[in-house]
């Protein structure tokens, strides 16, 4: 492995022991460099690093043998170092091992004599680097699986779904935090546990009691499992050991889908609610046309023309509904391209309101518009369009819900940092039981005021949602058969 | 030329829907009494009873067109009066307003079913079909 040749490094005062080693090692195919004390032996040993073995002499003027040996231990822990000594004792030659050194080698010597001891060191350093390697590489394994591990353990606590882990005995041995908040009983729940220890559960006891068996499949199961108010969407697994034909048991994910499920609840109930009110004008337009083809509105003209009109009324509300319904759906979906520019509410307002005229006139009621504050130069960051079926929606109920020679009236003005616009009647009002709902999706009071008169039920539904993207509000007040008064406040614009 | 017929009530809160149902009676010879409102129809019924009521399943509250069919059932003046439900059926709340057979239309109360718009031919035949019966009964 070790292409380098290894490197050895000698230390020592007398020349002839200097070179006399270089020559011979070098020729044994060794590296091989030469200090003449232990000032330069030291240095030379932090420049170049990494040798094999040190031969170093134990007596030198400035820093001894003894003294080098240690200081290169500190540097190197593998470094296989020889004492070479004159005078060569037991005691020095203990010290000396103690200070680090691998052996000793006694003057003179042969080069014969050298070249074994440092074949073995060396063999030997090799052998404690590689185990040192091999030590190493297992402890990084070991801290890798740790890390893993707690990785893992980091990743299912913090997993918003609830888990629990069954085993084969039918035992609960592992949840997350998310389990024992979610799931009823599972919070002190002491592990492992029996399935049935959560008596909550019965329902998917079963279920987890079948799929936790060694021949559960792979795959998964779901199921959807109401525990008291809450709806979970219950996804079961098998543990499948590596290798292992047979599962080790079940990891169930518990996830609330009580939210969704309401949400669905609501769209189904919103497409039969459209469904419904799409039948209904529908139906009328049918029932219309059916009399008069079949003859039952009789040869008299008049009879005639008041049903087709009648159903032209619907079938125009019908095709509102529509647009109305398109609106909604837009805005639900974000996709409704909200324009906002400086706008002047007067100016909207005022539009809003003449093209009410000609239905104000149509029954004699009194319709006028006021602009009070600094000359209607009472700016709103706003969709043009939006706010005109905004005002124009309220304008057109007002002289829808007010008989004949009543009175609207229409006002701009400012409130604080709000512009506030006031629509009040003096028509059939709103019922306190009702107030409540005229904001909801085809909601219209049924009484036999409002019996006649034409609508989509989505009118303020659509002006509040508008209202509400402008960070605006919108209000009622209203009386039975004395008025309504709905009033908008928009957020002033400000440079 | 209508004012000899038998009287029949209908109740709706649409005023086309009692429109179109007047329109198909009257010209068969019935007397009509149109109501956008049960209650007041109940104080009519009254002073003038009629010899059958035509009524919607009413949107306000999604059973009062079975809470005015129960309060006439229960009322004795008008227990033998029958009823016809005519109403553009639908389900809210997984509730089927349409009754399956017989016994779904004793359960509500009433006598006969149809899904708007009713068909004219239908419901004159219904409507022959249950005043003959409660004609007998009241010995016409
Ligand atoms: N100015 C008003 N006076 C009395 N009732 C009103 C007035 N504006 C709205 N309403 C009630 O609120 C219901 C919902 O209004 P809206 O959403 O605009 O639908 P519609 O198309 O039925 O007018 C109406 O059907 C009516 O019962």
């Given at each position: 492995m070790n292409v380098e040749k290894p490197r050895i490094l000698v230390v020592d005062d007398e020349s002839g022991i200097r070179e006399g080693c270089r020559i011979n090692l070098e020729m044994e195919g060794y590296d091989v460099d030469v200090a003449e004390d232990g000032f330069a032996g030291l240095k030379t040993f932090k420049e170049r690093g990494n040798y094999a073995v040190a031969l170093i002499d134990l007596k030198m003027p400035g820093m001894d043998g003894l003294e080098l040996i240690e200081k290169i231990r500190e540097l190197d822990q593998d470094v296989v170092m020889f004492v070479i000594t004159a005078y060569a004792t037991l005691d020095t030659a203990v010290e000396a091992t103690k200070k680090g050194a691998y052996g000793y080698i006694a003057k003179p010597f042969s080069p014969d004599e050298i070249f074994l001891p440092i074949k073995r060191g060396i063999e030997s350093r090799n052998l404690a680097l590689e185990t040192k390697r091999l030590r190493q590489e297992r402890?990084?394994?070991?801290?890798?699986?740790?890390?893993?591990?707690?990785?893992?353990?980091?990743?299912?606590?913090?997993?918003?779904?609830?888990?629990?882990?069954?085993?084969?005995?039918?035992?609960?041995?592992?949840?997350?935090?998310?389990?024992?908040r979610i799931i009823p009983g599972c919070e002190n729940l002491p592990l492992p546990a029996s399935l049935s220890a959560l008596a909550d559960l019965h329902e998917i006891i079963d279920f987890l009691n079948e799929t936790?068996?060694?021949?559960?499949?792979?795959?998964?199961?779901?199921?959807?499992?109401?525990?008291?108010?809450?709806?979970?969407?219950?996804?079961?697994?098998?543990?499948?050991?590596?290798?292992?034909?047979?599962?080790?048991?079940?990891?169930?994910?518990?996830?609330?889908?009580?939210?969704?499920?309401?949400?669905?609840?609501?769209?189904?109930?919103?497409?039969?609610?459209?469904?419904?009110?799409?039948?209904?004008?529908?139906?009328?337009i049918e029932g219309y046309l059916n009399l008069i083809l079949s003859g039952r509105a009789g040869e008299d003209g008049q009879k005639q023309k008041e049903m087709l009109e009648r159903s032209l009324i619907r079938a125009r509300t019908l095709r509102q509904m529509v647009s109305e319904l398109m609106n909604l759906t837009a805005m639900e979906t974000g996709n409704f391209a909200i324009k906002r520019n400086p706008l002047n509410i007067s100016t909207v307002v005022k539009e809003a309101t003449d093209s009410c005229l000609d239905k104000a006139k149509e029954k004699e009621i009194d319709l006028s518009l006021s602009v009070e504050g600094p000359g209607g130069q009472d700016v709103v960051l706003a969709d043009k369009s939006a706010m005109f079926s905004v005002f124009a929606n309220l304008i057109d109920n007002a002289i829808k819900y007010t008989p004949e020679r009543g009175h609207v009236e229409v006002r701009v003005e400012n409130a604080g940092n709000y512009v506030k616009v006031t629509v009040r009647d003096d028509g059939i009002g709103i019922d306190a039981g009702e107030k409540d709902k005229i904001f909801d999706e085809f909601f219209r009071a049924r009484n036999k005021y409002t019996a006649r008169i034409p609508g989509t039920g989505l009118g303020l539904t659509v002006a509040k949602r508008f209202v509400g993207l402008h960070q605006g509000k919108i209000t009622v007040e209203s009386a039975p058969a004395q008025g309504s008064v709905f009033t908008v406040f928009l957020p002033m614009w400000e440079e | 030329m209508s004012e000899q017929g038998p009287l029949i009530v209908i109740v709706d809160d649409d005023f086309d829907s009692l429109e179109i149902i007047r329109n198909i009676l009257e010209p068969a010879g019935y007397k009509t009494l149109c109501f956008t409102e049960p209650m007041e129809a109940l104080q009519h019924m009254a002073i003038e009873k009629p010899r059958l009521i035509i009524t919607d399943l009413m949107m306000k509250f999604i059973d009062t067109g079975?809470?005015?069919?129960?309060?006439?059932?229960?009322?004795?003046?008008?227990?033998?009066?029958?009823?016809?439900?005519?109403?553009?059926?639908?389900?809210?709340?997984?509730?089927?307003?349409?009754?399956?057979?017989?016994?779904?239309?004793e359960k509500m109360g009433i006598d006969a079913f149809f899904d708007k718009p009713v068909d004219p031919d239908d419901l004159l035949g219904k409507v022959q079909e249950l005043l003959g019966q409660s004609g007998k009964e009241q010995g016409k």
């Open positions: 402890e990084n394994r070991l801290l890798e699986v740790a890390f893993e591990r707690s990785k893992s353990n980091t990743i299912i606590r913090c997993m918003t779904d609830g888990v629990l882990v069954i085993n084969r005995d039918k035992q609960i041995v592992l949840r997350n935090e998310a389990a024992r936790a068996t060694a021949d559960f499949k792979p795959g998964i199961i779901s199921r959807e499992v109401a525990i008291g108010e809450t709806i979970f969407m219950v996804n079961v697994s098998p543990v499948m050991e590596q290798g292992v034909a047979s599962s080790a048991g079940a990891v169930a994910v518990f996830r609330d889908i009580t939210e969704l499920k309401k949400l669905e609840t609501a769209k189904s109930m919103f497409v039969s609610m459209v469904a419904h009110e799409v039948k209904r004008p529908l139906g009328v | 079975f809470a005015f069919s129960r309060q006439i059932r229960f009322d004795s003046r008008f227990s033998n009066i029958p009823i016809i439900l005519i109403t553009a059926a639908f389900s809210q709340r997984r509730f089927a307003v349409q009754p399956q057979d017989k016994r779904g239309l």
